[in-house]
């Protein structure tokens, strides 16, 4: 049984209702199996380690070093520290806007399992590749780039698939189409990593995740989760999410 889980990426933003008021509602959701994550922005992880029980918190970005002279950075031990659980490296906007590259980002993934974080690695094709048909050979890349031998001894790594084209669109990808790539996915997680992880990395959905399409990804994309951004700023939507996630 793989985990499930609901991660709340807020990006540089915060809830309009305000921290506690969201964190309150969603610690109120009611128990099962799926894990519930809030990845704030930095100098609100702490509000988040102290939210209700069944929220854990996730940072959007770690550093690829311990520590030392690298100004603006926050190390994973420091996340660790705090009491932060998971991690995200290498998501779309971090790459497009900021640079990351697949080197760096395979720091940044043994970085993050180095300091006991569970990575939460994003991949994901842009438009010009999904028209090419390219679609898994860009996704096999993404993986094998940042391939690492932290992987050999780690508890969990989650892969978060993340259309570029998807994100922030109000276009998401149909639970169809996201089966096909999970199986993608999962093919280049046995030929590139340690081939448990083919069966044992969730695999969560990215990309105008809401209510009202959640229902049809968790229907015919077998989804293990999803990374919610926009829609993941109202705890009503988030919870709504979260629902249509307990009755599969
Ligand atoms: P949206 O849900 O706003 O499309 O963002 C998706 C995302 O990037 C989550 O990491």
């Not at 993934?109 to 690695?121: D, Q």
């Not at 932290?150 to 109000?170: F, K």
């Not at 639970?175 to 997680?189: F, S």
Request: glycine residues 8%; hydrophobic residues 45%.
């Amino acid at each position: 049984m793989r985990n499930r889980y609901l991660i709340a990426n807020w990006k540089m933003n915060l809830p309009p209702e305000g921290m506690r008021p969201y964190l309150d509602a969603v610690g109120r959701a009611e128990m099962n199996d799926v894990e519930i994550v809030v990845a704030p922005p930095f100098p609100y992880l702490r509000d988040v380690t102290r939210a209700p029980d069944r929220i854990f918190a996730g940072a959007q970005n770690c550093a690829d070093q311990k520590s030392g002279a690298f100004t603006g950075e926050v190390s994973a031990w420091m996340l660790q520290e705090l009491g932060v659980r998971y991690a995200l490296v290498g998501h779309s906007e971090r790459r497009a806007l900021y640079g990351e590259t697949d080197a760096l980002l395979q720091r940044k993934l043994t970085a993050a399992l180095e300091a006991n974080l569970t990575p939460v690695l994003c991949v994901g094709e842009d438009l010009r590749v999904r028209e090419a048909g390219h679609v898994a050979r860009h996704l096999a890349e993404q993986i094998r780039a940042v391939t690492t031998p932290a992987l050999e001894s780690a508890r969990e790594v989650v892969i978060a698939y993340e259309p570029v084209w998807a994100i922030g669109t109000g276009r998401s990808a149909s639970g169809a189409m996201v089966a096909e790539t999970v199986a993608d996915i999962r093919d280049a997680l046995a030929r590139f990593w340690p081939v448990r992880y083919r069966d044992d990395a969730p695999i969560l959905y990215g990309g105008s995740v809401t209510p009202d399409n959640v229902t049809d990804l968790q229907t015919n994309g077998g989804m293990d989760g999803y990374l919610v951004g926009g829609a993941s700023l109202s705890s009503e939507k988030f919870l709504a999410i979260f629902d249509a996630m307990k009755v599969s």
